[in-house]
């Protein structure tokens, strides 16, 4: 949901079409930095009277940000957008803050990933000792350079940062379809998710972005669809809404959409209608 005229007004967007979980960006996704919240801000989104009836609001980090980056200038700008994103998402009291682990641009995905690491450290060692914001890794269709498109890749960084209680994972349809993973048929789609449990484990997954793709499995191209009109077609859909281990982890559409949502109310009518099909 857009944040424009303040991060209050995300909820009265997302509440006028009945959604229960959220996904803002805390500042202008394509800009490095901006100017701190106000406190006058901070309070019209968490004593908002609709915030109650959102069970679930995280973030999404800005498109810029590449922690594997090796400009150091860029990876410079990266760590310090990084840093006051989490600040911002921990005033709002969010969970968590997603973000795609980064790109090595040539430098390779051992020495990226082992820049990846290195960045993590460095953030979570500046901020504050009492912010609660965790960093949700999410799942990337491997474009270009990207790291992430591999569970293991996820499972690497976790498993060698400093703090790995502070990491958990998002997972992105559109991108695990895209990096290769079959999401053809019900069975398909539980051997996936049988897949990331065991390399990263389920107990890391804290949100879903429901996502069809508009291109084929395997193309490493990231492009989204609106629910039901791309290559993953229904069944991985129908799976993952009716599974119980899912139940209570929130799922966000990024799907095209207008201003006036109309996309977003048919996706979700779309979702909540596999609920009760048949298989």
């Not at 048929?185 to 879903?208: H, N, Q, S």
Request: aromatic share 6%; glycine share 8%.
């Amino acid at each position: 949901m857009s944040i424009g005229g303040g991060a209050h007004m995300a909820i009265e967007r997302a509440r006028s079409i009945k959604c229960t979980a959220m996904q803002i960006f805390v500042k202008n996704n394509m800009q490095w930095f901006a100017r701190s919240l106000e406190q006058g801000e901070i309070s019209a989104f968490l004593e908002h009277a609709q915030r109650a009836e959102l069970h679930s609001v995280f973030a999404h980090a800005n498109y810029l940000i590449n922690l594997a980056a090796t400009n150091p200038q860029f990876h410079a700008n990266s760590l310090r957008s990084l840093s006051e994103e989490l600040v911002r998402a921990d005033q709002l009291e969010l969970p968590f803050l997603v973000l795609h682990p980064g790109a090595h641009l040539g430098a390779g995905e051992e020495a990226g990933l082992d820049r990846i690491i290195e960045s993590i450290d460095r953030v979570f060692a500046g901020l504050p000792k009492k912010a609660k914001t965790r960093l949700a890794l999410e799942t990337t269709a491997g474009q270009g350079s990207c790291l992430g498109h591999r569970f293991e890749h996820l499972a690497h960084i976790i498993e060698n940062v400093r703090e790995p209680e502070r990491l958990c994972v998002c997972l992105d349809t559109a991108h695990v379809f895209a990096a290769g993973y079959d999401l053809a048929t019900d069975k398909l789609t539980k051997r996936m998710f049988a897949e990331f449990d065991r390399i990263v484990g389920l107990d890391r997954l804290v949100a879903l972005h429901l996502n069809d793709s508009k291109t084929a499995r395997g193309s490493r191209v990231d492009r989204h669809e609106n629910i039901g009109k791309g290559q993953i077609g229904l069944e991985a859909f129908r799976c993952i809404m009716r599974d119980r281990r899912f139940r209570e982890i929130p799922k966000v559409l990024e799907t095209p959409k207008g201003k006036e949502l109309k996309e977003d109310v048919v996706n979700m009518r779309t979702l909540r209608g596999l609920l009760a099909s048949p298989s």
